[in-house]
């Protein structure tokens, strides 16, 4: 896998076989779609995943349509496109992906399709990954923490003010609106952190994609696996998480939801840990789920993590 994208999915992303003339003859077969879409003549808006979709819908309001590359429930890393999501592309009046790496199947859209396109992660502080195959590359996860998430906003502001100038004013409000109300979960997530003695400040996960989280929060981070596209569980991750947990006496472990957890159970019961979870990283819920929206999925991630490490 190479080094330049995290999220190359394992077969290769096939440009002849997927080549716009191509995506462009199959979009017949969606023409009753595409009528009732031509009747919201709002610009469309595409985002890479449902995360990034919510935080383009609550900053555009009614001004934009938006939707997401990927469905709900999906696992970002290894997702293979396909040649409607070409045809969806081609048809966007705005891109928007995380960056980082995260999607490197997305860079074949880029090459194809020609669209304006903002990166929501520009100007974040990156933090690189720590172990495994794409050791030292930025983590692609800034979204997971409540203060660099505004600027996700802040980006996605931006990038709409660009599209529909005359409705910028609108755009930077909601976004003031909706920043006030990450730095309420970063507040939260803080005092919630330094009630809790020095050595329990610890969050283990499955993936290391609560780098950002965990540094704005004063944690460590201990993690199983970087990356859910490296090899994940071996015996030398599983051991290595093991030993952390029980020098530091970690209260509880976590999982993700889009991944296997049968490892980190594994080491709950090894290391005598309780074990919570699901954490939501890389997708929403569906409306009737626990995490609807981002500010759902942090306000979730911060509940569970901060009462399973005050557990005793």
Not at 10 to 20: T, V
């Amino acid at each position: 896998m190479p080094k330049s994208g995290l999220a190359v999915h394992r077969n290769s992303f096939r440009a002849g076989a997927i080549g716009l003339a191509t995506a462009l003859t199959l979009a017949g077969c969606a023409a009753p779609a595409a009528e009732a879409d031509r009747a919201d003549e709002r610009p469309l808006v595409l985002t890479t995943f449902t995360v990034l979709a919510d935080i383009a819908r609550q900053v555009g309001g009614d001004e934009v349509r938006v939707e997401s590359l990927l469905k709900t429930g999906a696992e970002i890393h290894g997702y293979e496109p396909t040649p409607s999501d070409l045809v969806r592309a081609s048809g966007a009046d705005l891109i928007l992906d995380n960056g980082l790496g995260l999607e490197g199947w997305f860079q074949q859209f880029l090459t194809t399709v020609d669209v304006p396109h903002a990166v929501l992660s520009d100007g974040v502080d990156t933090l690189p990954i720590a172990t495994g195959h794409y050791a030292g590359e930025p983590n692609p996860h800034a979204w997971m923490s409540p203060v660099v998430g505004q600027q996700y906003v802040g980006n996605v502001a931006d990038a709409l003010s660009g599209l529909l100038p005359e409705r910028a004013d609108v755009f930077q409000a909601n976004a003031a609106a909706y920043r006030e109300e990450l730095q309420g979960v970063a507040d939260r997530l803080e005092a919630a952190v330094s009630t809790l003695p020095v050595d329990a400040r610890v969050l283990v996960t499955c993936e290391g994609a609560f780098s950002y989280l965990a540094r704005d929060a004063g944690l460590d981070e201990g993690f199983l696996w970087a990356v859910n596209s490296d090899n994940e569980g071996t015996p030398q991750q599983i051991a290595a998480t093991t030993r952390l947990v029980a020098d530091r006496d970690v209260p509880t472990v976590f999982c993700e939801s889009t991944v296997n957890d049968a490892v980190q159970r594994q080491v709950a019961r090894t290391t005598g840990a309780a074990f919570a979870g699901p954490l939501y990283v890389d997708s929403l819920s569906r409306p009737d789920g626990p995490v609807p929206s981002y500010l759902d999925l942090l306000e979730h991630d911060v509940d569970v993590i901060t009462k399973g490490l005050a557990h005793d």
